[in-house]
């Protein structure tokens, strides 16, 4: 009986031996002043920026609608010797222009002008023709220019956010240089051009 008293004594013991350390985790660990202390927190959070930049950038586009020339053929009545009233030409269109930010669109141009007869033409003569460009699509108003006028204030409009479109480019009101009287001299190579540019701006 002894033996089995001691034995159930040691189980008794190595149970409460056991069970101890489950018992201790119950119990909240208190600081001095007697406060539970918190457990410790299972999640940790950290921000991380991510950056980048945009590059202030204006693109031109591509040139639709036919090639890069506004061909008007022969340029007088044959009759006349005098410059056609029905000179016409197609639009050219810029398709895919952008400028990321706000932008100035501005279009130049030069008379057409015998390239080959380059002398003072003869009296009742000339040699080069005078007409308006236009660059449309980009801004309300669209920016013009006369080659004969002495300023060109309108050739140059702005718009005040990014934007990306269709320019639409002609040419018109065409007129011999000098007066509606002249006559052009001869030459097979008659030529002017036309300079749309888009600028990116603060």
């Known amino acids: 009986m002894l033996h089995r008293s001691l034995a159930s004594a040691a189980l008794i013991a190595a149970l409460a031996v056991q069970a101890a350390p489950a018992i ?23 921000t991380l920026n991510v950056i980048g930049s945009v590059p202030t950038q204006c693109v031109g586009g591509t040139i639709t609608g036919g090639s890069a020339t506004f061909d008007l053929g022969v340029l007088t009545d044959t009759t006349t010797g005098l410059l056609r009233t029905d000179l016409a030409a197609p639009a050219r ?45 980009w801004t309300t108003t669209p920016a ?9 204030p309108a050739a140059t409009q702005t718009r005040n956010t990014a934007f990306t479109g269709d320019i639409t480019v002609g040419i018109g009101s065409f007129a011999t240089t000098g007066g509606s009287s002249l006559r052009l001299v001869a030459d097979t190579n008659y030529s ?4 749309v540019t888009l600028t990116a701006t603060n």
């Open 93 to 137: 269109v810029l398709t895919g222009s952008f400028c990321t930010s706000r932008s100035t669109i501005t279009v130049a141009a030069s008379p057409i002008a015998a390239q080959t007869f380059t002398a003072t033409a003869p009296t009742g003569f000339a040699r080069t023709v005078d007409y308006t460009a236009t660059a449309s699509g």
């Open 24 to 46: 201790a985790q119950t119990v909240p660990i208190k600081t001095p002043s007697g406060t539970p202390t918190p457990a410790a927190s299972a999640v940790a959070t950290q």
């Open 192 to 195: 002017g051009t036309v300079t």
């Open 144 to 152: 013009s220019f006369g080659t004969a006028a002495a300023t060109n």
